[in-house]
């Protein structure tokens, strides 16, 4: 069967090598790279342990350092599969959603057209430079200059004029022998309303020539001069070569640039791209006047796996950004994804060039934002969530968001950045203006305490040694069991605590608690260091939360907590009314006060009283930890029995 010409290329262009491949190996992921393409894994054509089967995913090309087996996707499906050539194709076109050519004789005819078309297409480029040039071009020349553009930079990308001539470029392609077919299926000329000639498509425009990745050209953009034309810029019309939604601009050398190790940068048009090129950011591309489609994305994704958008700063250019994390949320996978550099508002890449020159450009690439912060502006800003609805309607379209990701792995890490940022604007204590912060991922230290206060747990809290404790057996309790966080969340955002370092882990807690134990232990000593963690483990009255380490004692855990928050509740609730009754005492004590009183102090005996109740069924042992006191009898008899049935007793 005979493929025609470009149907490899473009197929090669549409897969990604590693994909490919990694059905039938597992990589190596300490010497991978996956954000260069750069893969490594045992040989699957061999027998070997050691990974010396390396693929590079951005050329597209493997290589054996043990059997020398080498290839591309092609020879790897034929060799992989035990296929011929034809059906590895097949099998890679169907993967790369691209129809297989035909069984017929036309087909060589249809590439020998695509080839005449390209060549007409040459013809326009060269007469619109040349146009440039003349008198007509003046105008566009002093445009161009405005703007800064050199004449070598003109050169590179050979920007063009089209003269404000009905028939300019129609009569120069005639001219020169083709057919008026060609020229109409190019598009490069309209055919008349009125029954006359056909005009040219462009007219008193800068014209910017559109090339594939192969370098061919097969469209034009043009910038209209008259500041009263209603399109300022227009683009070619979908011609058997030209699909817009499949092309995107500057394509071929931002690949070779970004092979080189330059971030891929994503502009709004034309001159923003070749503003950025001329400025050194050499893998600069732009759509095609629309959105970015899902097929752009992915042609994205094949150049780099983090492609940076920089759309202009206005209202225009944000919301285009929010359409690209909508279109790219149910695209997402390892290794592929986007970030956002946010223009200054009103200002595109040209301009911010133009001001204040590379250097801005490179601060903000450097700060550019991940999607999900993109996600979460859109959805906070300028919005306030002061009712339980607000926040239920905010909670509820960002699940809906997060339930588009289609990859498990990146929809759960998603799941906890967003609550993260939502921790951060809804927690309560977050406007205290002696609250713990949290910034660029770190807590504050914690105040470093006197020498005088750290010999004695009791002298440290003063009159409120017990409120102390049980904070201290609380934190040590969810530290062990983990998995009680969520059960307890609301009412650990309500715990206030007495020491500050108390406040730090409960915040921490909450935070991280869904990441599991070791994950939890981690960050507490990552942003408070081990001193903390050690000491509140060590404390003797903590024993029983040390205990709880298997997931069938979890039950032990709710229970520990359950009882002890409800104390804290209780004791602080006869603190505040005691607190209040004190400032009203200069006035005459009515029954209302004592009333208040009693209802506390009732409320606090009530949950003291379990605690009385749970001394009269447990004993304490000397580590702390709580035994039943009928099975220690049980145990105590069944040891005097051992004792006393021993021979020669």
């Given at each position: 069967m005979s493929l025609p010409p470009g149907f490899l290329e473009e197929l090669q262009t549409r897969i990604s090598l590693s994909q490919v491949v990694g059905r039938k190996v597992m990589w190596d992921t300490r010497k991978s790279n996956q954000g260069k393409g750069d893969m490594w894994a045992p040989c699957p054509f061999h027998q070997e342990k050691s990974a010396s089967f390396h693929v590079d995913d951005r050329k597209g090309f493997y290589y054996c350092f043990g059997c020398h087996a080498k290839g591309d996707a092609i020879s790897f499906v034929r060799e992989s599969e035990n296929v011929d050539f034809i059906e590895a194709v097949k099998i890679l076109a169907a993967e790369a959603g691209m129809q297989m050519p035909e069984r017929d004789p036309q087909a060589q005819a249809k590439a020998d057209r695509r080839t005449e078309l390209v060549a007409v297409m040459d013809l326009a480029v060269k007469f619109f430079g040349l146009q440039l040039r003349t008198g007509a071009g003046a105008a566009?020349?002093?445009?161009?200059?405005?703007?800064?553009?050199?004449?070598?930079?003109?050169?590179?990308?050979?920007?063009?004029?089209?003269?404000?001539?009905?028939?300019?470029?129609?009569?120069?392609?005639?001219?020169?022998?083709?057919?008026?077919?060609?020229?109409?299926?190019?598009?490069?000329?309209?055919?008349?309303?009125?029954?006359?000639k056909p005009y040219d498509t462009f007219r008193n425009r800068i014209m910017f020539p559109i090339r594939d990745a192969r370098g061919r050209c097969i469209a034009f953009g043009g910038r209209a001069m008259d500041p009263n034309d209603n399109a300022k810029y227009l683009n070619s019309p979908q011609t058997e070569l030209f699909d817009k939604s499949h092309s995107l601009y500057n394509h071929g050398p931002a690949r070779e640039a970004a092979g080189k190790g330059q971030p891929l940068i994503v502009a709004e048009g034309y001159m923003d791209v070749i503003a950025l090129v001329a400025a050194g950011f050499g893998a600069a591309v732009a759509p095609l006047g629309t959105a970015v489609t899902e097929h752009q994305l992915q042609m994205l994704w094949r150049v780099a796996p983090e492609p940076i958008i920089a759309l202009d700063g206005d209202k225009a250019g944000l919301n285009a950004a929010y359409r690209v994390v909508d279109l790219a949320l149910p695209l997402l996978e390892a290794g592929k994804s986007l970030r956002f550099a946010l223009m200054p508002e009103g200002k595109d890449p040209d301009d911010l060039l133009r001001a204040e020159g590379p250097g801005a450009v490179q601060a903000l690439l450097d700060k550019a934002l991940p999607m999900v912060q993109v996600l979460w502006q859109r959805e906070t800003d300028g919005r306030d969530f002061d009712s339980p609805e607000r926040k239920a309607a905010f909670d509820k379209v960002l699940r809906e968001k997060i339930k588009l990701i289609r990859d498990p792995s990146i929809r759960g890490h998603y799941g906890q950045a967003i609550k993260d940022l939502r921790w951060q604007l809804f927690n309560p204590r977050r406007s205290a203006p002696n609250a713990p912060r949290f910034k660029a991922?770190?807590?504050?230290?914690?105040?470093?305490?006197?020498?005088?206060?750290?010999?004695?747990?009791?002298?440290?809290?003063?009159?409120?040694?017990?409120?102390?404790?049980?904070?201290?057996?609380?934190?040590?309790?969810?530290?062990?069991?983990?998995?009680?966080?969520?059960?307890?969340?609301?009412?650990?955002?309500?715990?206030?605590?007495?020491?500050?370092?108390?406040?730090?882990?409960?915040?921490?807690?909450?935070?991280?608690?869904?990441?599991?134990?070791?994950?939890?232990?981690?960050?507490?000593?990552?942003?408070?260091?081990?001193?903390?963690?050690?000491?509140?483990?060590?404390?003797?009255?903590?024993?029983?939360?040390?205990?709880?380490?298997?997931?069938?004692?979890?039950?032990?855990?709710?229970?520990?907590?359950?009882?002890?928050?409800?104390?804290?509740?209780?004791?602080?609730?006869?603190?505040?009314?005691?607190?209040?009754?004190?400032?009203?005492?200069?006035?005459?004590a009515d029954e209302a006060m004592t009333w208040r009183l009693g209802q506390a102090a009732e409320a606090r005996n009530r949950a003291v009283r379990s605690e009385q109740e749970d001394r009269a069924e447990y004993d304490l042992g000397e580590n702390g930890a709580r035994i039943k006191r009928d099975e220690k009898e049980q145990f105590d008899e069944l040891l005097g029995k051992i004792t006393f049935s021993k021979p020669g007793r």
């Open positions: 566009a020349r002093d445009y161009l200059g405005g703007r800064k553009l050199s004449e070598e930079t003109q050169a590179r990308f050979e920007i063009g004029f089209a003269p404000d001539a009905w028939q300019g470029l129609w009569d120069h392609l005639t001219a020169k022998g083709v057919s008026e077919e060609m020229i109409m299926a190019c598009g490069l000329a309209k055919a008349s309303q009125k029954g006359g991922g770190k807590w504050p230290p914690p105040p470093t305490a006197r020498a005088s206060t750290k010999s004695s747990l009791l002298v440290a809290s003063g009159d409120h040694a017990q409120t102390h404790m049980r904070e201290a057996v609380i934190l040590a309790t969810l530290i062990s069991c983990p998995s009680e966080v969520e059960a307890f969340e609301q009412r650990l955002e309500r715990m206030e605590c007495l020491d500050p370092t108390h406040a730090r882990l409960r915040d921490l807690i909450l935070r991280h608690g869904v990441s599991g134990q070791e994950a939890l232990k981690a960050q507490i000593e990552g942003d408070l260091g081990p001193e903390p963690l050690e000491k509140l483990m060590a404390l003797p009255h903590v024993a029983i939360a040390a205990s709880v380490r298997n997931p069938g004692e979890a039950e032990i855990a709710s229970m520990t907590l359950s009882e002890e928050l409800t104390k804290l509740e209780a004791q602080r609730g006869l603190s505040a009314e005691v607190s209040e009754a004190s400032e009203d005492i200069d006035g005459l």
